[in-house]
């Protein structure tokens, strides 16, 4: 059965510029969770969505950072414009309602803003 | 301040070691969990434990909850170098919510 599936795994980005990150959860998953993981802070839950909709977005750093999920199978992170300080390893996962100690993670996507 | 923290941060031992590795807190969780990242994945699910007390095992590894479910300990016997990863404790506070992840302790197991 195939994972949670994030893309890019790499981007390199000049400052300035928008970057997208993608996810597909797990089939009949209906939480996802985006955290981002540095060596300062760990990792930190940016923001969740419960069947599609936006539960908790209150780690999100600021206004510079979005996230949607149009259906079940799909969702991006967005952040624009970019910042060195964004240069993080991104992460997506995904769980059932109210599993939401039970994460499936993806892969991740490293990011670097010069 | 962090609400679970880890301890040690970095660990190094010798293959054949027993190791253990503690998640604290002030607060009470309905649920604990430890995931282990290795370099270049994403952290993936070990144990979670639900009630005061509980211990689980998985192999060579022992998973306690505390009595008051506020902290949880992980030991391993007679590590292995496939054991090296980066072992991080989570909890929810109320079942369904946010899970919060502790900074995680760095395990290397030399041959």
């Known amino acids: 059965d195939a994972g949670v599936i994030q893309s890019p795994r790499h981007e390199v980005t000049e400052m300035g510029q928008e970057v997208t990150l993608r996810c597909k959860p797990i089939s009949g998953h209906n939480s996802l969770f985006w955290y981002r993981q540095t060596m300062m802070r760990g990792l930190e839950l940016l923001i969740y969505?419960?069947?599609?909709?936006?539960?908790?977005d209150s780690g999100m750093p600021e206004d510079r950072f979005s996230a949607k999920m149009p259906n079940a199978s799909f969702s991006t992170l967005k952040i624009q414009p970019s910042e060195p300080r964004d240069s993080a390893v991104y992460f997506c996962?995904?769980?059932?309602?109210?599993?939401?100690?039970?994460?499936?993670f993806g892969e991740g996507s490293r990011l670097t803003v010069l | 301040t962090q609400l679970l923290e880890q301890s040690p941060q970095f660990l190094s031992i010798q293959e054949g070691e027993n190791l253990t590795v503690y998640c604290n807190s002030s607060?009470?969780?309905?649920?604990l969990q430890w995931y282990r990242q290795e370099p270049g994945e994403g952290p993936v699910l070990l144990v979670t434990?639900?009630?005061?007390?509980e211990v689980k095992k998985l192999k060579r590894l022992t998973f306690q909850f505390g009595d008051a479910r506020k902290d949880s300990s992980l030991h391993i016997t007679a590590a292995q170098p496939g054991d090296t990863g980066l072992y991080l404790c989570a909890g929810e506070q109320t079942s369904g919510s946010r899970l919060t992840f502790g900074e995680g302790t760095q395990l290397t197991v030399n041959p």
């Open positions: 434990v639900v009630t005061g007390g």
């Open positions: 969505f419960n069947n599609n909709v936006p539960i908790d």
């Open positions: 996962a995904s769980s059932l309602v109210g599993r939401a100690g039970e994460l499936f």
């Open positions: 607060s009470v969780f309905s649920s």
